[in-house]
């Protein structure tokens, strides 16, 4: 069975431009999680996604969006990019709504704004 | 916020000895998960803890639900190399999302 898979696995980026990062679920997980790890650091939630509804989004600005598609991929958005925006981006998945599921995690996008 | 702490922020040990992380929540978790994270890798769901008070084993490791299901902890006995990694807490209130502690990163000198 295929795990979570996220594209680009390395996004370089300028300040004040966008960037879309992509996940797919394991086959059948119908909820997406979002998160941000900077350097050294944990990880920040960002984002939580279910059957195709945002459920919460962590403390993020607005600049930080996005969608979860009828075949449960999800995107995520980023607008005029900033230095600090700059880290690991983890997508994970779950078998349901809820957090009594443990939660699969992709490889990750790389993302370094310059 | 929904906040969940976790100390300590590093921990270096010999090879041999125990470690242990501590995770804290100023309010009630519905559960609380374990994590770990190698270097250069994702985080690896190790174990959900449902229970107040609730204790489980995975060979070296000991996983605890503190009795007001505010605290855990994760005790590894006799650390490995191979046990080398940031360990991350992640609680839930309300069941809903997950909110993950800053993490343990735990190196070990052979």
């Known amino acids: 069975e295929a795990g979570v898979t996220q594209s680009p696995t390395h996004l370089i980026k300028t300040r004040g431009q966008q960037a879309t990062l992509r996940c797919s679920p394991i086959?059948?997980?119908?909820?997406v999680y979002w998160y941000q790890q900077a350097l050294g650091l944990g990880l920040q939630f960002l984002l939580w996604?279910?059957?195709?509804?945002?459920?919460n989004r962590g403390n993020f600005p607005p600049r930080f969006s996005g969608r979860q598609f009828p075949n449960y991929s999800s995107e995520l958005n980023v607008n005029a990019l900033e230095l600090e925006d700059s880290a690991l981006y983890l997508c994970?998945?779950?078998?349901?709504?809820?957090?009594?599921?443990?939660?699969?995690f992709g490889p990750g996008t790389r993302l370094t704004v310059l | 916020g929904q906040q969940v702490m976790q100390i300590p922020q590093y921990q270096h040990v010999q090879e041999g000895e125990d470690f242990t992380t501590y995770c804290n929540s100023s309010?009630?978790?519905?559960?609380i998960q374990w994590y770990k994270q190698r270097p250069g890798g994702h985080p690896v769901f190790l174990i959900q803890?449902?229970?107040?008070?609730e204790v489980k084993k995975q060979k070296r490791l000991t996983f605890q639900f503190g009795e007001a299901k505010k605290n855990s902890s994760l005790h590894i006995t006799a650390t490995q190399t191979t046990d080398v990694g940031t360990y991350f807490c992640?609680?839930?209130?309300?069941?809903?999302?997950?909110?993950f502690g800053a993490g343990t990163r735990l190196t070990v000198k052979p």
């Open positions: 994970a998945s779950s078998p349901t709504s809820g957090a009594t599921n443990e939660q699969f």
């Open positions: 086959s059948g997980h119908t909820s």
């Open positions: 996604y279910d059957e195709g509804e945002e459920r």
């Open positions: 309010t009630t978790l519905s559960n």
């Open positions: 803890l449902v229970k107040s008070g």
């Open positions: 992640a609680g839930s209130h309300n069941n809903n999302d997950m909110r």
